[in-house]
Structures are given as C-alpha cells and as structure tokens.
C-alpha cells in the first residue's frame, strides 16, 4: 500500500532521476565525440524499449516493495552497487575538489571528501523520497543554470575541428558505455511505486529530458575541448576550465559547487531507495538504515573501478530494468490464469 505522504510529481521524479545520470556525465573519464552523442542517445532509445515491462507492472499496481523478497533483494543489490560506482566516481574526481584540510592533516583529502558527502547523504536521505523530491527541484534546477551558463561560456571557444579531433571508441563500445553510465535504472523502478501518474509518460519524460541534457553536455565538451581531450582524465571539466563567461571571474567555482551538490543528491536517492528496500526485506530494521546503506556502498566504491566493466554494469542494467519485471509480468498472468 503507497504511503500518499510521499507520492511526488512527475518533475520531481524526473529530479531526482536526472541528477545521479548528470552527475556521471559530469565525471566521464576518456575522450567523447559526437559519436558519443549519438551512441549515448541510441543507448536512451533502448532503455525506453527496456523499460516497457515495468512500466506494466506499475500499471497494474505491481511494484517492487510488494514482490518477493529475492526480488527486493536483487534491486538492493543493484542500488548499492550503483551507489558504490557513484562513490567512485567521487573519488575519481576529487582530484579536480578541493576542501580545507589545514586543521586535519592526517586524514588524506580524498578520505575526508568522501566522508563529509556520506554525512551529508546520510542526513538527506533520511526523511526517505518525501524530503528529497522536494529539495531535488532545487538542486535540479541549480544544476541547470550552471550547465546552461557553462555552454554559453564555452562558445566562442567552440569550433568543428575540435569536434574531429576527439577520442571516443567505436559506437558499439559507446553504446555500452552509454547505457552502463545511466545505472539509475534500479532507483528508476522503485521510485515508480511513489508516482501515481502514467508509468510510460514518466519514462518517456525522465529520458527525453535526458537525452537533451546528456547531448548538450557531450557536444559541447567535444566542441570546446577537443583539442586537448588526450591530454585530461576529465574531458567535461576540462571543457568547464575552458568556459568563461565572467571576464573578471573564473568559471571554475560554479563547476565545483555543482559537483558537490549533485555528487551528495546522487548518493542520497540512491540511499533513500536501498534504505526503502531494507525495511521490506527486514521489516524489524528500522534505524540506522541510511548508515548501513552508505557503509555498503563506500565498501563497494573500493572494489568496483569506474569505466572498466562497463559490459558487466550495462548487462547488470538490462537486468534489473527488463529481464526481472519481464519475469514478474509472465509469473504475474500464469498466476492471473
């Protein structure tokens, strides 16, 4: 039975969908193209396939936390493998973050990063979707401005050649990357038990904002930093140095404030999601959920490298958006029979 107290609208869900897939974008390692583009948009398309048969079950009031229990446990699983992926992710790119460490010196920069965002996501995610779809407009909506004002700030720098001049793998491979990279699916499942409007607008809204936002950021970090792409780990922060819009001031702070706000989102809704699914598989366990969930996924970050099993994520993704409702659905009718 849905909890009406934290139902969320379709931008809101669209929010909190779209802030952990811009905060990967954001942190791309290797070179991008427009080939990159175009295989990322085509990997959109085939999710949108992939999605049909849980939207079905959403339809037909059948949904995550109301299924067996190894199913909530596979989507667990899933999450807090994500949520290790984005820890990654964090601290692959911490290298381009900087915090004061003058009154800590004994803890390493990238240790003490990490853990002032787990604080924070441990806060966020503990009043569960209700608080985080509110605030994820927010952060949403920041995360737009900023991006919007870097393309602007990038285009006098833009150029055609750069566009030749960028690395990226063949279209297969980027396909793979494209679908690997988006594997918020498994939140995108259970937070379909929290939205009452119709399941297939709600994916085709959540990836058609997507795709625009994904194809914005991949053309104008092929356009600007082109050039020298093969000389930087992070193509998409390399193109935000190059932006400046401000003559008498640096772009540079207006990225770095934006990675943190999405790093802490992206981690807290995964948070919110494990921790949902926890209190279905063990009714009794009621607090302390967020810690347990972020201790999981700060352990997997350590195990899991990103960008090198994209085959097993982007299989892992198929998994738990189409192959498990797909069985659910099947199950579902021979039972209806």
């Known amino acids: ?32 193209s427009m080939v990159t583009a175009a295989a990322f948009l085509i990997a ?19 949904t995550v936390g109301g299924s067996a229990k190894v199913v909530q446990i596979i989507y667990f699983a899933y999450i807090i493998l994500w949520g290790g992926i984005l820890f990654g992710m964090l601290r692959s790119v911490s290298d381009i973050l900087s915090v004061p460490t003058n009154y ?8 003490l990063i990490s853990g ?13 979707f209700r608080i985080l779809s509110r605030a994820a407009i927010i952060a949403a909506a920041l995360g737009a401005v900023s991006i919007t004002v870097i393309i602007i700030g ?42 009452e409007g119709n399941p297939l607008k709600s994916a085709y809204g959540y990836l058609g904002a997507r795709a625009v936002v994904w194809t914005a950021i991949i053309l104008t970090t092929a356009a600007s930093a082109g050039g020298i792409m093969r000389f930087t780990d992070f193509p998409v922060a390399a193109a935000a140095e190059i932006s ?30 494990a921790a949902e699914l926890i209190h ?38 198929v998994f738990v958006l ?6 659910m659905n099947l199950t579902g009718r021979r039972r209806s029979r």
């Open 1 to 32: 039975m849905k909890n009406t107290m934290s139902n969320i609208s379709a931008s809101q869900f669209a929010a909190l969908l779209l802030i952990p897939d811009t905060f990967a974008v954001l942190s791309l390692r290797k070179g991008v």
């Open 44 to 62: 959109t398309m085939i999710q949108l396939v992939l999605a049909i048969p849980v939207t079905k079950l959403s339809k037909g009031k059948i």
């Open 104 to 111: 800590l010196p004994f803890i390493p920069e990238k240790l």
């Open 116 to 128: 002032l965002i787990a604080i924070v996501c441990i806060y966020a995610s503990s009043g569960g």
């Open 154 to 195: 990038a285009l006098p720098v833009m150029s055609a050649e750069n566009l030749g001049k960028s690395l990226s793998e063949g279209i297969f491979s980027e396909i793979i990357r494209g679908i690997s990279l988006s594997g918020g699916m498994g939140t995108f499942v259970v937070l379909l038990s929290h939205y």
């Open 244 to 273: 400046q819009p401000f003559a008498s001031q640096r772009i540079d702070s207006l990225f770095l404030m934006m990675m943190a706000v999405l790093a802490v989102f992206s981690v807290s809704v995964q948070t919110a999601a």
């Open 280 to 317: 279905g598989i063990i009714p009794s366990f009621d607090k302390f959920r967020g810690i347990v969930c972020v201790t999981l996924m700060i352990l997997v970050s350590a195990l899991v490298v990103p960008d090198m099993y994209n085959i097993a994520i982007a299989a892992a993704v």
């Open 322 to 327: 189409f192959i498990v409702p797909l069985i």
